[in-house]
């Protein structure tokens, strides 16, 4: 199962994250693409329902909407993508690392702060459905590379994420003001 959790929006790879898994369906590679958040109708990259909806159909992918307990839609998942244009630091990259997820995401400035390629996770270009597809089929071939990566991504969370550290740093920080 490999799960993206993010707001529905274009520049958070969504269109791109359908287009691998339409790959990697057409390439026979069995497994399950997974969809969570909704649309923002705020927002002008938001993706309609419909969309969604229409790639479940064609069974691109599973939209499972909001979900509101993200550690169990985690527990369900053996793969976390997030292949944003851009981003700040992804709570959801974090959440799913701190639940042993290997992570694959772009290489833009926030997701390489939690994804150290070739350690954690692996990054790759923006905008690109085919090399996304690549890593995911790596992931899937390999489940001893899965679990490596996802305990680094574990120890990472604990050591550069957890609430205590960004505390004191954040102290600090204002101290040092």
Request: hydrophobic share 40%.
């Amino acid at each position: 199962v490999v799960t993206l959790v993010s707001r529905m929006l274009r520049d958070k790879g969504i269109f791109e994250f359908a287009e691998a898994s339409r790959l990697l369906k057409q390439r026979g590679i069995h497994f399950r693409a997974v969809l969570v958040g909704t649309p923002d109708p705020e927002n002008t990259t938001s993706i309609p329902a419909a969309q969604l909806e229409a790639w479940q159909a064609g069974g691109f992918v599973a939209w499972w909407g909001q979900k509101d307990d993200i550690p169990d839609v985690w527990s369900h998942s053996h793969i976390a993508v997030l292949p944003s244009d851009r981003e700040g630091v992804p709570m959801s990259l974090i959440e799913a690392a701190a639940c042993g997820r290997p992570v694959i995401t772009t290489d833009v400035p926030g997701c390489r702060e939690i994804v150290k390629h070739g350690k954690n996770g692996l990054l790759v270009p923006v905008k690109d459905p085919k090399a996304l597809a690549d890593a995911i089929c790596r992931f899937i071939e390999s489940p001893d590379l899965r679990r490596q990566m996802g305990q680094e991504g574990r120890e990472l969370v604990e050591e550069e994420f957890a609430e205590s550290v960004v505390v004191a740093q954040t102290l600090n920080l204002y101290q040092s003001i």
